[in-house]
DNA sequence: TTGAAAGCGCTACCAG
DNA sequence: CTGGTAGCGCTTTCAA
């Protein structure tokens, strides 16, 4: 491997002056610069980032802490981050948590032994301390973790009543509400968005909660929709969710969305595959995405933040599981 | 941060004796080996890896270069390559090369100036001789580059040929294949499987070509669909495609199977969401993974490779989108 | 069984 | 504007 030694040999100049052609500080003049580039070309130099990493003592590395990227809608994060660190030299590293706060730990700890550059999490269950104590830049994407913390989010609640009015709108008035698991802040706030919108039309809806696990969440709602047949809207708190409805309602032959209307939340791409596509309260995935790995970036980088927290409005998406707005 | 001197002051011996405790190599007396242990203990060390990689040219990540981690064929495979890969250590890199040869080539060159310790590939659109050139431990997933690449794959030639012939035997007389783009390796594959099984009964079936894209492909299984309202049975080169052909199915108001059966190919999550399920030839992604990342992680090691090639059989996996296997 | 010291490739300070 | 050189934290001879 060629280092920046030859390159200096070759180009006949000191080490001190390619590195600083390479990091373009400090003064090069336009004659060397040109030896130093020719000599680049010739011997096929590449800078090794680790060196510069020990020396640096900074990585260009982003490690990206996800629950699971098999869940759907991870994937569409993750490819967002992924876009804007390479278009900015860095590299993402994948970590999978499984909610699991020790295994978290565990790859915090890990990513921290290769200097880090930062980190983007999308987790809350873990005390926030341990976050605030990591000595490295940080931001929350999705879940909020702590005010002190960068966060990129949806308002869930405005989102979730958004959601729900529309169901109510749209003529259901026996609803059921699927939220994910307790304790989870995404999964409370978007609850409480849904008892708003029931409470001010002095609903009495029903609520159960389940995991975000496909076939668990199946399981649930088929008992809860046998039990509570009179059921004819249900605000489901994420798209699979949303999904497993779906597909149960078929499995129990019932209508969608004549009988039943259902909304899901997230807008993943999932959402316009199954048939009748599904109507949802709809987040922008890939600014989110990318907004925090921006935001993380400046961070690293030391740049002025421009803004730590952005909290971004969810969207409707009327398709094909909600009845057309009817008598308005 | 404390380093390997402060552990070494701490514990009143060298450097080099506390690198090779760390390592485990070289000798060691068991007195040595605790006094180490405590001021490990008492200061908190943790052995920096970038200093490590430096002096090893070497280090413990590995690259995974997928086309797009937003197709949810991925994600599976991503998964267990990263759990493989978390319990021996190592870290994995996501690099997304939509499918573009440049990109990836790009990618390969980011990741090997950060002497990355392997690479596995789930590509093939490009030339064999850059993967062998480069001059790291690789293995090829999903798609196969070269004989001379470790590789683990499904066999899709008879895999297709298996789903088609379910298809054939469960009354499906007019087939249609969904193939995916031309020149990728699997879809090629997977097509002379299908016209193996058509061509067994003397069929001349529809072929039509599509991208992975879900929108592309319901456009152009629409069409043909419309144009050719007799096909009673598809054959999908992949799940993602098999869905899109039950989302238009449902849109054009053909009731699957009853009118229109459906077989798919890969096996994703997402199958069995969607309604009714799909039937489909499945691959265990999650061994497909395991497997790749362990035998790269045995190459890396220089460990005897037991076994190069790893080519499995994909299983037909029934569920609602065929009819149940009738006249037998 | 242990330690001194020479790197690994690059950055950054200081002197010229 | 340029070069010498001391690290960054760890591994690995080579001697002792």
Redesign the interface.
């Known amino acids: 491997m060629v280092n920046i030694k030859d390159v200096a040999k070759n180009a006949n100049l000191s080490v001190a002056t390619v590195s600083r052609y390479l990091n373009k500080n400090g003064y090069v003049s336009k004659k060397s610069s040109e030896r130093i580039e020719q000599a680049i070309r010739e011997l096929d130099y590449?800078?090794?980032?680790?060196?510069r990493?020990?020396s640096k003592k900074q990585?260009n590395?982003i490690g990206?802490i996800v629950p699971?990227?098999?869940n759907?809608y991870?994937?569409?994060l993750?490819?967002a981050v992924?876009?804007m660190a390479w278009s900015y030299g860095y590299?993402?590293?994948?970590?999978?948590s499984d909610e699991q706060t020790e295994k978290e730990l565990l790859y915090i700890?890990?990513?921290?032994?290769?200097?880090v550059a930062g980190l983007i999490v999308t987790t809350s269950l873990m005390d926030p301390s341990v976050y605030m104590s990591i000595n490295t830049p940080i931001v929350a994407l999705d879940r909020i973790i702590d005010v002190a913390i960068p966060t990129v989010a949806t308002d869930n609640r405005k989102g979730a009543k958004l959601g729900t009015k529309y169901l109510l709108t749209n003529g259901a008035e026996n609803l059921l509400c699927i939220r994910g698991p307790q304790g989870l802040k995404t999964a409370d706030d978007r609850l409480t968005g849904f008892l708003e919108a029931t409470d001010e039309q002095g609903l009495d809806p029903i609520v159960v909660t389940t995991s975000f696990d496909?076939k668990d969440a199946a399981k649930v709602i088929e008992q809860t929709l046998m039990l509570h047949p009179q059921v004819d809207g249900i605000f489901a708190s994420s798209d699979?969710l949303a999904?497993?409805a779906?597909?149960i309602a078929?499995?129990l032959e019932k209508r969608v969305p004549e009988e039943l209307q259902i909304v899901g939340f997230d807008g993943i791409?999932?959402g316009?595959?199954?048939?009748?596509?599904l109507t949802t309260v709809g987040q922008d995935l890939y600014k989110m995405g990318a907004a925090a790995a921006t935001m993380l970036i400046e961070q690293i980088e030391g740049k002025e933040i421009k803004q730590t927290v952005l909290n971004l409005d969810a969207q409707l998406i009327v398709r094909g599981t909600t009845r057309k707005e009817a008598a308005k």
């Open positions: 590449k800078p090794s980032s680790i060196a990493s020990l990585s590395i990206l699971d990227i098999k759907p991870f994937p569409e993750a490819r992924e876009d590299t993402v590293v994948l970590c999978n700890e890990r990513l921290s032994q290769t200097y496909f699979t999904i497993a779906l597909h078929h499995k791409a999932l316009e595959m199954v048939s009748p596509a």
